[in-house]
């Protein structure tokens, strides 16, 4: 089985900064590029960053775009998300998933509250 653990959200002020992490195992993160998605109540999983294999190559939502950089330390097995100039829409449960052959079973997230 595949684990994913999320980290490091929080409640933060609009302006802010969270850095979010992602711990695996049972997978070598190495291997897959890896997304990190978001969730509100309502509203369908949106993917919102993600990187390949090699942490070469990135990419964004456009309405994450410029406010956050995806990462990756491959010896620690673990994809980090650092989101800066927080607004209220990203007010979300944020989960890490590879994007080749995702586990079926996803973390628990971690909450993200943006307050004004």
């Known amino acids: 089985q595949v684990h994913f653990v999320e980290s490091g959200g929080g409640l933060v002020q609009a302006g802010g900064s969270l850095r979010l992490s992602c711990a695996a195992s049972g997978r070598a993160l190495a291997a897959y590029p890896v997304g990190w998605f978001r969730q509100v109540p309502g509203k369908e999983r949106e993917l919102v960053a993600s990187i390949s294999q090699s942490g070469a190559y990135t990419s964004y939502a456009d309405s994450v775009k410029g406010r956050s950089t995806i990462s990756r330390d491959n010896a620690k097995n673990m994809v980090y998300l650092q989101m800066n100039s927080l607004k209220l829409e990203d007010t979300a449960v944020y989960y890490c998933?590879?994007?080749?052959?995702?586990?079926?079973?996803w973390g628990q997230g971690t909450q993200v509250t943006v307050s004004s």
């Open positions: 998933n590879t994007l080749i052959l995702p586990s079926d079973y």
